[in-house]
């Protein structure tokens, strides 16, 4: 069945420093794949998605390239800030295909920014 | 945007007794809602799909005389935890999809998550 795996955390950077989590994912078909992001005490919030192979998701300075060939859609931002510590989790489309069906979720990798 | 919340946030219980978390979409009406689990330093497992008006599917492996869910309104949905044990100490998420047609400025194609609620059974 499907599944994803994200790199475990957690992650410590210094303000301004490059960020990458790695996502790879196993599926059937073509799903979509997603980054959701928690900050403490809040509720999961979609940071961004792809549909497609070669589509690339961006928001906030964050970007993910869904990458077909080898299976991943690992995420990106090139200057981290203090307000990016949070949660980040990967996630696919589940059998029903979009989000309208279940997602598959990666089990969170947990980013501290340092000042 | 979309809100969603749930209630409680915390509940401690004793073992045998049962638990009623509430999820509630506070914007927008969901005909589908989705009820997670999540145990420490794991990934969130769906348990069920919850369908407005009809009864909810759940996954593999989830009892559903054990965690009943209930989808009375266009905004809300429950579950509840029956007889509770220690095993079914988890963090509780719940999430909910906007209808195709919303029209409110919605990203129909996203799914939006409540804060989660943490279930301590002694």
């Known amino acids: 069945g499907n599944s994803v795996t994200q790199m475990e955390g957690p992650v410590t950077l210094s303000e301004e420093a490059f960020l990458t989590i790695n996502c790879t994912y196993t599926a059937t078909g073509y799903p979509s794949l997603f980054w959701y992001v928690q900050y403490p005490g809040e509720g999961l919030q979609l940071l961004l998605k792809a549909t497609k192979a070669d589509d690339k998701g961006s928001n906030k300075g964050f970007e993910a390239t869904y990458r077909k060939e080898t299976t991943s859609f690992h995420l990106e931002k090139g200057s981290v800030q203090v307000s990016d510590s949070a949660v980040y989790f990967c996630?696919?489309?589940?059998?029903?295909?979009?989000?309208?069906?279940?997602?598959?979720f990666g089990k969170g990798t947990k980013l501290s920014v340092k000042p | 945007g979309a809100v969603v919340s749930q209630h409680p946030s915390w509940v401690i219980c004793k073992s045998g007794t049962s638990v009623k978390i509430e999820c509630r979409s506070l914007d927008f009406q969901a005909t589908t809602m989705f009820w997670y689990r999540q145990f420490p330093k794991q990934s969130l497992m769906l348990m069920a799909t919850?369908?407005?008006?009809?009864?909810?599917?759940?996954e593999q492996g989830v009892e559903k005389d054990k965690f009943l869910i209930n989808h009375a309104s266009l905004t809300l949905s429950t579950l509840t935890v029956t007889s509770a044990h220690p095993e079914d100490s988890s963090f509780y998420i719940c999430?909910?999809?906007?209808?195709?047609?919303?029209?409110?400025?919605?990203?129909?194609?996203?799914?939006?998550f409540g804060p989660g609620t943490r279930l301590t059974v002694l």
């Open positions: 996630a696919l489309s589940g059998r029903n295909g979009g989000s309208q069906g279940n997602l598959i």
């Open positions: 919850s369908n407005e008006g009809s009864k909810a599917t759940y």
């Open positions: 999430s909910a999809s906007p209808p195709l047609l919303a029209g409110m400025n919605l990203r129909t194609d996203t799914q939006y």
